[in-house]
């Protein structure tokens, strides 16, 4: 492949820019108004085309220096107007390319173009925004590196039938789904449009809420108390079907020889390709209401992460146990084994029961020396040792043919699957209350991993910690 000439991103970037800082130029215009009373409305409309131009040619600008190219054996990147920076991407760094429309590309046939690596917490390269074609084209052209050709090598030679669906969610089950993702998030974006709103008009809201507050009180009734709930209940469950609907909509993922193809969103439509060769772990989560119902959702960690907080890629966000069975079969995973794993160390209920029983214990033994009544709540310190039997109990592991294999979590569970090819480092963990207890932590870490939620086995005896993390290692 021969060097490629420069190029630029799509021109209509510079009128997408200009529509996304319409917002923020919209809201000096009530501090305009209120100034033209002193300065004249001509030159309060004189100033806010300025600061119109002014935008509109530092966007120019950004698109002109912003530059990219493809060479035989790096993707350079040029950008920034009095700050220059050049960033060089080797190919055989380069782990996946995913493809994002977001509603306003839509409308211009452009995308979003994500280039993943294996490190770091964020995607290396981000092309916004280029049409449809090119990035389709950038995509293929980055698979033609070295390291892409000997996997997709090595997959033909166990390649299945192209193009098969695994997995799907018709618009019924997506918003089944939704009803399970209840959310509050509406009255976030109130109060935040009242704080900003507070800030560029004579608008004080707290004055409002306090007025209505003492309405509330005046009229309070249980009847109205169940109103106002059922009212909030409702209003939560259509945040959570709408934007469940927004991101799921369509939601499809299909095999195509070694790869995985997830496409899903209704305003914001993104495609995902995920080789599977370099899938390093498969989790499956049980949520504490779904879970119970049979829902589950599973989630693959890859070598160049996802932009999403967990490093992970949904693969079927909500499915029962045999489509998830389907897919983790097809990216070459092992079937996950409960009923042979492990349980940890009874010593696992001591530090639970004394890490969360004894800030209760604590507590309550203090205010009842304030206040006598309050040694009732001594009551509750046995509530830290039932959690603790309960974590134990669903807390397993084991070493299995080919994977290491963990679950954990008493309400919402979830289950690790980790080939011994992708595990990075194990490492042994001790906290000073481990050390007392005779206990250990074995981590085991595969690249892409990020957040929370990771396949560690917390407390085992040392001896056998020390162990684990040398079998680990051998199998490694």
């Known amino acids: 492949m021969n060097d490629e000439p420069t190029r630029r991103v799509h021109p209509a970037t510079i009128a997408i820019g200009l529509v996304k800082s319409a917002p923020s130029t919209l809201l000096v215009l009530p501090a305009l108004l209120a100034s033209g009373s002193q300065f004249g409305m001509a030159k309060a409309a004189l100033l806010l085309l300025a600061g119109v131009a002014a935008m509109a040619l530092f966007t120019w600008a950004g698109w002109w220096f912003f530059t990219y190219r493809l060479t035989d054996d790096a993707f350079v990147i040029e950008s920034g107007v009095l700050h220059r920076s050049r960033r060089s991407i080797p ?16 409308l211009f046939g452009l995308a979003l173009v994500r280039i993943e690596t294996g490190g770091g917490d964020k995607d290396e390269a981000m092309l916004d925004s280029v049409s449809l074609r090119e990035a389709h084209r950038l995509r293929q052209a980055l698979r033609r590196t070295p390291v892409s050709t000997r996997v997709d090598e090595a997959i033909a030679e166990v390649a299945e039938d192209a193009g098969r669906s695994l997995f799907a969610m018709p618009l019924k089950r997506v918003l089944l789904y939704g009803l399970f993702n209840f959310s509050l998030v509406w009255l976030a974006a109130i109060f935040a449009a009242l704080q900003t709103l507070d800030g560029v008009i004579e608008f004080d809201w707290k004055e409002l809420v306090g007025i209505a507050g003492r309405e509330v009180r005046s009229h309070l009734t249980v009847t109205a108390a169940l109103t106002v709930l059922a009212l909030a209940g409702v209003l939560g469950v259509v945040a959570g079907l709408v934007r469940t609907l927004a991101k799921e909509y369509g939601f499809r993922l299909d095999e195509r020889g070694g790869r995985l193809r997830r496409i899903r969103g209704l305003l914001t439509r993104s495609e995902v390709v995920i080789v599977k060769a370099r899938v390093q772990l498969a989790l499956v989560h049980r949520a504490p209401l779904s879970g119970r119902l049979g829902w589950l959702s599973l989630a693959f960690q890859t070598l160049g992460g996802s932009d999403d907080p967990s490093g992970r890629q949904e693969m079927a966000p909500f499915a029962r146990g045999e489509e998830v069975a ?17 349980p940890v160390s009874r010593g696992h209920v001591l530090r639970v029961a004394l890490r969360q029983g004894l800030p209760v214990l604590a507590i309550f033994a203090v205010a009842g ?87 560690d086995i917390a407390d085992v005896s040392a001896p056998t910690a020390a162990a684990l993390a040398r079998e680990l290692v051998a199998r490694v």
Not at 93 to 106: M, N
Not at 392 to 421: C, K, M, N
Not at 431 to 448: E, N, P, S, Y
């Open 91 to 106: 190919l055989e760094r380069v782990q996946d390319v995913s493809i994002e429309q977001k509603p306003l590309a839509r």
């Open 326 to 342: 389907r897919v983790i079969a097809a990216a070459g995973l092992p079937t996950f084994e409960a009923d042979a794993l492990t």
């Open 369 to 455: 020396l304030f206040l006598p009544p309050l040694w009732i709540g001594l009551a509750l310190v046995p509530v830290p040792v039932g959690i603790a039997l309960l974590q134990r109990r669903f807390h397993r592991y084991g070493l299995r043919e080919t994977s290491a294999q963990v679950t954990r979590g008493v309400l919402a569970q979830r289950d690790w699957i980790v080939p011994y090819a992708a595990v990075q480092t194990v490492s042994v963990r001790r906290t000073w209350l481990q050390r007392r207890l005779g206990l250990a932590t074995v981590a085991i870490d595969t690249a892409g991993g990020k957040g929370w939620h990771r396949p």
